[in-house]
C-alpha cells in the first residue's frame, strides 16, 4: 500500500515565524507534491518536484519555498508565516504519469 | 483546469449499491477519467480512473459511456465508512511532464445510511 506521511497533523504558530511542513512517502515515487485546501476554493497546487533537488512553481507559489535533498522527502517552508497562510496542507507523491496519493494533511494554523 | 458536473449531495443505504455520476462532456480524446474521495479531515484517497474501458478495482468500478462525456462511479456494497466527498475529474497524465497538478470541484457528498 502507498504510504504519505506527513509530519503533524495539528500545527499552530506565530505570525513571522519559519515554518515546515515535511512529507515523506515510501514508494520511490519521482514526483511528489504540496497542495493547500480552503473551504470553496479547492485544492491548489503550490509546489511540485519530479526528481531530486528539482523544483516547479504551481498556481500559488507566493510565500512558499520547497526542499527535495531525497527522493522520499518533500519539505514545504513557510518564510514568514502569515495568517492568511491558516490552512489544510496536502502533500501528494505518485509515479511518474501515475495517479498521486495523498497524505492525511497538516491543518496549520497561523496566530 | 477541466470542468465537472456533480450532484451535490445523495444518500445511500447501507449494504446497496452507491451509483454517484459525473458529467464531463468537455473531455478530450487523451484525457482519463479520474475518481477520489475525501473523508472528514483526512487527505483525498485515490479510487479509480480510466481512458475509455469500463474498469474495476477492490474499491469501486468506473463505468465510462461511449461517447465518454459522463461516467459513473460505483460502490458494490456501500458501508458506513464510504460516507465522504466523491471528486470526478479529467486529466491527460502525459501533459505537464506527468506531474501536473489536481483540481477537484465541488464533488458528491455521498452519505451512507444505517
Known amino acids: 500500500d502507498v504510504k504519505v506521511t506527513q509530519s503533524s497533523r495539528y500545527l499552530v504558530k506565530r505570525t513571522g515565524e519559519k515554518v515546515f511542513l515535511e512529507c515523506v512517502q515510501d514508494?520511490?515515487?519521482?514526483?511528489m507534491f504540496w497542495y493547500r485546501q480552503d473551504p470553496g476554493l479547492g485544492l491548489r497546487l503550490i509546489y511540485f518536484?519530479?526528481?531530486?533537488?528539482?523544483?516547479e512553481k504551481g498556481d500559488i507559489p507566493e510565500g512558499y519555498s520547497v526542499s527535495r535533498e531525497k527522493k522520499e522527502r518533500f519539505s514545504l517552508i513557510l518564510e514568514s508565516a502569515s495568517t492568511n497562510q491558516t490552512s489544510m496542507y496536502l502533500c501528494?507523491?505518485?509515479?511518474?504519469?501515475?495517479?498521486?496519493?495523498f497524505g492525511d494533511g497538516t491543518r496549520l494554523s497561523i496566530l | 483546469d477541466a470542468k465537472t458536473t456533480q450532484p451535490t449531495s445523495m444518500d445511500c443505504a447501507e449494504g446497496r449499491a452507491a451509483n454517484l455520476p459525473c458529467n464531463h462532456s468537455?473531455?478530450?480524446?487523451?484525457?482519463?477519467v479520474y475518481w477520489y474521495r475525501q473523508i472528514h479531515s483526512q487527505g483525498p484517497q485515490y479510487i479509480i480512473h480510466?481512458?475509455?474501458n469500463n474498469e474495476t478495482n477492490e474499491m469501486a468500478s468506473l463505468i465510462i459511456t461511449e461517447d465518454r462525456k459522463s461516467s459513473t462511479l460505483i460502490l458494490p456494497h456501500a458501508t458506513l465508512r464510504d460516507t465522504a466527498v466523491y471528486y470526478c475529474?479529467?486529466?491527460?497524465?502525459?501533459?505537464?511532464?506527468?506531474?501536473?497538478?489536481?483540481?477537484f470541484g465541488k464533488g458528491t457528498h455521498l452519505i451512507i445510511q444505517p
Open positions: 501528494a507523491s505518485s509515479l511518474q504519469y501515475q495517479p498521486q496519493h
Open positions: 514508494m520511490d515515487h519521482e514526483n
Open positions: 518536484s519530479y526528481d531530486v533537488k528539482m523544483k
Open positions: 468537455t473531455i478530450s480524446g487523451n484525457e482519463y
Open positions: 480510466g481512458l475509455k
Open positions: 475529474m479529467f486529466k491527460d497524465p502525459y501533459s505537464g511532464g506527468g506531474a501536473d497538478g489536481l483540481t
